[in-house]
């Protein structure tokens, strides 16, 4: 694999996507090296702590890999997810993260975050891992994601939860079995049935 041009010992393999100094500091890349390869150009800074390889190919979700990248345990979820799998026509100016109810809340001043905590089988069912700039970042799925919706209603407004729906909805590829196992897992089955029905 090719590296940036340091010393082999030091190279950093390219194709890794968002970086993080402690994540090659096993490799024995300091953060003085780290810091002199970002002055050089050969890595760019993206946000406090965080670097790509210049030349890097940047898309439409870089803030969902930041986010992976500050919060590895965090799992994207409600208006994020419903981005990422375009079931939405809102921008989210906020990555919205899913984290146990007893981890600790993450502190980052980028990229900005709204943090949800989900527990028990919420928290593991329907959770799917892309890889987005060479990056592991954890979504939920579609499915999943509608039914989380529907679940905090109250937090993102009934609209978004119709809209979502609807969205799944008119999806190629669309599993009714696999919503129902997503609205049974977040206990909204009889919440959404009637919208089902309307929307069917």
Known sequence: MPTLGV?????IPRGL???????????????????????SGELERVGRGLYVPAG?????????V?????????????????AFHKLTTQSPHEVWLAIDVKARK????????????FSGTARAFGVETHVIEG????VTSRAKTVADCFKYRNKIGIDVAIEA??????????????LQRAAEACRVSRVMRPYLEALA
């Open 7 to 11: 010393p082999k010992k030091y190279a």
């Open 17 to 39: 996507g968002v970086l993080r100094p402690r994540d090659v500091a096993a490799k024995g890349v300091s953060g003085t090296r780290i810091q002199r390869l970002s002055e």
């Open 56 to 64: 890097a190919k940047i898309t439409e979700n870089h803030t969902l």
């Open 66 to 82: 930041e986010a992976a990248a500050r919060v590895p345990s965090g799992v994207v979820c409600l208006l994020s997810a419903l």
């Open 106 to 117: 993450p502190s980052a001043d980028w990229p900005p975050l709204r943090i949800v905590r």
């Open 135 to 138: 990056v592991e970042v954890r």
């Open 165 to 178: 729906l609807r969205g799944y909805l008119g999806k190629r590829g669309r599993s009714m079995d696999e």
